[in-house]
């Protein structure tokens, strides 16, 4: 099982392969003893192979943004291409295994982590990954459960167990799953494909309190996939669509989409301060910004290529056609989703 290094986003991307001459027909039992509020400029995950069916949930919240990516990749199949053995945490041990992706959870011949005892161990070769059941995924406000599986990820590093994601102080970050991959590699930035998201049968596991999972946390998840492609464009403010950040860490956001899994902000960006509103940025789709008003970072220059975002990016229109007053959503006319930033004057 060989790891590629995708530096640019936290997320781990594992291909799996199918049966082979050794493959199982059930489960059998056999001993072993090696059983944020704020974004960030990353993706994050790790990557299997696939298929999934939709979940869904509703939100609203002004958001931080936020810009790292990085991420780990396992190739398909392992380095023989006769897929993983896997064994589970109640003994049970198989070889060859498909694995699927049913709404947010994993799943090996039909079998949850929940179900398998709460953690599994993947061996391919010399390279082994550990996958754990975590808590669940709560929304931006940490108070609303939103039914999202999250994992442990950690890698086998001579005997320890290491954290695929882990926090200043050590501890282990949690994951949510998501179809598909994304483009990290940093040589892709500033192209065409950078940033880009493909099927490829794969799942990628995304590290919590980056940008991947807080689209997801948003209210994101796969049955509003174009949106969460959008909202990860937009929330890494890459504005030209080719991988490329134009934020900082910790930027405020006010974000609305057409379904209404979220609103504009209500609420003025600085309670008592009158000299601080919200200002319109840009619309957003998949593919990144398709008009701007502004930027939210004024120090930086973004460019398209060698084009300034001002020359390559059309100005939006005007307040009155942004979104449904009543609703405070985005038209239905209009791209997938819009951004507004803290500023000194008002929406324009």
């Known amino acids: 099982m060989k790891f590629h290094k995708l530096v640019a986003f936290p997320a781990l991307a594992l291909f799996v392969g199918c049966g082979g001459p050794e493959d199982d027909s059930t489960w059998i039992a056999e001993s072993t003893t090696n059983l944020t509020s704020f974004g960030g400029t990353s993706f994050s995950g790790m990557t299997l192979s696939s298929s999934y069916n939709p979940y869904s949930s509703f939100y609203r919240v002004a958001v931080w943004n936020g810009r790292e990516m990085k991420g780990e990749s396992l190739e398909r199949g392992g380095a023989d291409n006769r897929g993983y053995r896997v064994d589970a945490a109640d003994g049970r041990v198989k070889r060859n295994v498909s694995i ?5 959870v994993i799943r090996f011949e039909g079998q949850s982590v929940s179900e398998l005892g709460g953690s599994v161990i993947l061996t391919n070769g010399a390279q082994r990954v550990r996958i754990t059941e975590g808590s669940g995924v709560f929304f931006a406000d940490g108070v609303t459960p939103m039914g999202v599986s999250t994992y442990f990820v950690e890698l086998d590093n001579n005997g320890a167990w290491l ?9 282990a970050i949690p994951t949510v799953a998501l179809r598909g991959w994304w483009n990290t590699d940093p040589a892709a930035a500033g192209t065409a494909i950078g940033g880009e998201w493909r099927d490829d049968h794969r799942i990628t596991f995304a590290a919590r309190g980056y940008a991947l999972a807080k ?7 796969h049955q ?6 959008t909202c990860v464009r937009m929330l890494r403010a890459d504005y030209c669509g080719d991988g490329k950040t134009w934020t900082q860490d910790g930027t405020r956001l006010s974000i609305a989409d057409q379904k209404g899994v979220q609103l504009r902000a209500s609420e003025p960006p600085v309670a008592g301060d009158a000299s601080k509103a ?7 789709n998949e593919d990144g910004a398709t008009c701007t008003n502004g930027q939210r970072i004024a120090d930086f220059a973004p460019t398209c290529g060698n084009v300034s975002l001002a020359s390559a990016k059309p100005r939006c229109a005007s307040a009155a056609d ?4 009543a609703a405070d959503k ?3 006319d209009k791209p997938l989703m819009l951004s507004e930033f803290v500023g000194a004057t008002a929406t324009p």
Do not use: I, M, Q
């Not at 699927?100 to 947010?104: A, K, M, P, V, W």
């Not at 509003?224 to 492609?229: G, M, N, P």
């Not at 919200?278 to 957003?284: D, N, P, S, T, V």
């Open 215 to 221: 689209c997801v946390e948003l209210g994101y998840d």
């Open 330 to 332: 985005v038209k239905t």
């Open 322 to 325: 942004l979104t449904d007053s």
């Open 100 to 104: 699927t992706l049913l709404d947010s």
């Open 278 to 284: 919200w200002r319109f940025e840009a619309y957003w």
């Open 163 to 171: 954290p695929l994601y882990r926090n200043a102080d050590g501890s």
């Open 224 to 229: 509003f996939e174009a949106y969460h492609h």
